[in-house]
């Protein structure tokens, strides 16, 4: 089971982004994918997640109506459409697998210490 994430950069104030995460090694229908961030010296933070078994989705409250998550299944990859970025926005971002819900997966990083790849940095800077 392995992700891959990618898209990250730099961007100004109001700007955008799309992030990637591209899953292998698994069955990809019938997992959530979550994208988490991390600023140094926090925990990680549930960002948005997905559920492929229904498309339910979850957004932290601070995302909420800027960023977008999707899924292409034929690709295995879920997407993070990020607008109207803000400089609080910065950080690097994960993302994570698991079978149960994606309000669940969001709101657990906890339960994947020690499984995070290399993440792609976003900075959000004028």
């Known amino acids: 089971l392995e992700v891959v994430e990618s898209g990250g950069g730099l961007a100004q104030p109001g700007g955008s982004l799309k992030l990637s995460c591209a899953a292998s090694?698994?069955?990809?229908?019938?997992?959530?994918i979550g994208w988490f961030r991390q600023v140094a010296g926090k925990e990680h933070e549930g960002v948005s997640c997905i559920r492929s078994s229904d498309s339910t989705t979850y957004y932290v409250d601070s995302v909420r109506g800027r960023f977008t998550i999707s899924r292409d299944n034929a690709k295995n990859t879920v997407y993070l459409q990020m607008d109207s970025l803000k400089p609080e926005d910065t950080g690097v971002y994960y993302c994570?697998?698991?079978?149960?819900?994606?309000?669940?997966?969001?709101?657990?990083?906890?339960?994947?210490?020690?499984?995070w790849g290399q993440g792609t940095r976003v900075t959000v800077s004028a």
């Open positions: 090694g698994f069955n990809f229908d019938d997992y959530t």
């Open positions: 994570a697998v698991d079978r149960t819900t994606a309000q669940t997966v969001c709101q657990s990083p906890r339960r994947y210490l020690g499984v």
